[in-house]
């Protein structure tokens, strides 16, 4: 199985509160992603990376940031959570253009 | 108009049958995907395929890039293969994927 962690796996937090969600990989993949994942709609993608410090915008990336210092890390930031963000979060990454992604196990985020 | 559709989005069938389930999409693509989610569990590359036809056990994935048509065949179906099975496509470069809803296989014994 491709090295990737989701950190936490589970959250219940309050409206407004800050909430930062952690995608760490070992196989050391150039691209990286954050879907969101709710009934309804399926997956969206959020966020993606294509190297440290280079990212981009997805399908529904308002109320998110992320940031990429480093290869193997990648967060996901809700600056002020709303209850609309619960949903179950997936991490992805991927080598080469010609290669599937790999995902993460998901965070299961709750906003009351 | 969804991008990429899935058809059925629900699927129940007795253990042995042969399944079919339909994607098809309204982009240009580089490549197409079927995952496989079983019931709060994670998510797994089936198949990549920009043309042609791949197999893998008893699962065959088959695409027409002029039609814009692609289908996940599973021959002699168990109930093991329950799960949510999901079409999506990548558009080349960095960018990410996009997906259909899923179609939810339940087999019977």
């Known amino acids: 199985d491709a090295g990737i962690t989701q950190s936490p796996r589970h959250k219940v937090t309050e409206t407004g509160t800050p909430v930062t969600l952690r995608c760490h990989q070992t196989?050391?993949?150039?691209?990286m992603y954050w879907y969101r994942q709710d009934p309804g709609h399926g997956l969206r993608l959020i966020h993606y990376s294509y190297g440290v410090k280079d990212t981009d915008k997805g399908e529904v990336s308002d109320g998110y940031s992320v940031s990429r210092s480093k290869t193997e890390d990648f967060l996901l930031t809700l600056e002020s959570a709303t209850s609309s963000q619960t949903s179950v979060y997936f991490c992805?990454?991927?080598?080469?253009?010609?290669?599937?992604?790999?995902f993460g196990d998901g965070t299961r985020l709750s906003i009351l | 108009k969804n991008e990429v559709e899935q058809s059925p989005q629900n699927l129940t069938a007795q253990e042995g049958e042969f399944i079919t389930i339909n994607c098809s999409y309204s982009?240009?693509?580089?490549?197409l995907h079927w995952l496989q989610q079983h019931p709060g569990g994670g998510i797994v590359s089936l198949f990549m395929l920009s043309s042609g036809k791949k197999k893998h056990g008893r699962l065959i994935a088959t695409i027409n890039i002029q039609e814009k048509h692609s289908s996940l065949h599973i021959t002699a179906s168990h109930p093991r293969d329950s799960a949510v099975y999901i079409c999506a496509v990548s558009r080349g470069g960095a960018d990410g994927l996009t997906f259909g809803k899923g179609t939810h296989l339940i087999i019977q014994p």
């Open positions: 196989e050391n993949h150039r691209y």
């Open positions: 992805a990454i991927r080598g080469q253009a010609d290669q599937p992604q790999h």
């Open positions: 982009v240009g693509i580089s490549a």
